[in-house]
């Protein structure tokens, strides 16, 4: 495989952080196959706006894969009964924190990832914003990262995955200079926990005030649409 | 909550080893919840014997997810077109290897468990017999125990998920050894990678050696219904 060719797993939510990851590694030069997941989310929107930046991108393939992560509940973004919390401060732990998700979306990739010959998986976490997300710390990436070596035949064999969190350290703020840099269209992402069928954003939710403080803090035009911004 | 009532969520795949875990955790007081996998196995004879496992082991409650790994492909289990190996020992990873399996499966158990209030993890893997599975050795279960405690809320909060591998050091003779003595019908588990539609192992694939040498070696009769023997 030559260095041109070089392989990438990357996690596509279709927010303005996986964007900004996908941008990143574009750049880097690799062969980007994007994977993002139908998971019983509130915010469908998302995986509209998911399919959008693929594109927009031009990834080798973008494949979703459907996983019933709200018969397992426990989140206001799988549980209807769970609501999303809105222009709140929030200590701790958010209701909207899905259970092991990352871990669950890491072991697909990384499955993905050995299946088709690629050794570098791109998660857009970030624990500077990270709003109280377990598995958004730069430790659980370390461990992960651990943990797909011992659990593959290429680890096994030698070789060895890394997983590349390249937003950890930043915040909304750099991450959207970033992506500017780089060409990311932001009107194609959608961060909003509650979006209507177009995309357009509540404004109001914690994912809605991070991305709103973000632009404004880059000095960047902000190109969501808000139906609200009280 | 008392003692009582502590909650294990156990992987049951319909299989041999995971009906002898079952059996473990009930005998340990454990409140039971029963998680398998409808994964595009070519082998879906072990999600019918899973549900008959669960019943006689009465658990709370049995889930069984729908995850497309036939959709991500590289092994025999789960994509037509690589042919399970009949009658063979074989050197390294076996083809019937699934890509990041049991990283993806405890995952989604860790998902289930911190919702449910469990704290301890059930899986039937097994290094003596593990036929070259990396994801079946103690070194990989430790590590995604750590991983565990950094992923998930709970983790943070302080408390602490447990893996247990109750098979990890035994023989599969000790292993039927074990489960004959716990009331383990081994004749509603399903162990062959393609056994028929009524559960009738090939008695040739590498799963029904392994099974057929420990029940020889265990001194117990075999109760499997086998089309070969060969």
Known sequence: MSHAEKKAVVLLSGGLDSATVLAIARRQGYA?????????????????ASRRVAQALTVVEHKILKLDLGSIGGSALTDSAIAVPENQEQAGIPVTYVPARNTVFLSLALGWAEVLGAMDIFIGVNAVDYSGYPDCRPEFIQAFEKLANLATRKGVEGERFRVQAP??????????????????DYSLTVSCYQADEQGCACGVCDSCRLRRQGFRAAGVADPTCYRSTK
């Not at 937003?167 to 990311?184: N, Q």
């Open 32 to 48: 980007c196959h994007a994977l993002s997941f139908d998971y019983g989310q509130r915010h469908s929107a998302e995986l509209a």
């Open 167 to 184: 937003l950890i350290d930043m915040t909304k703020a750099e991450i959207i200079r970033t992506g500017t840099e780089l060409g990311v």
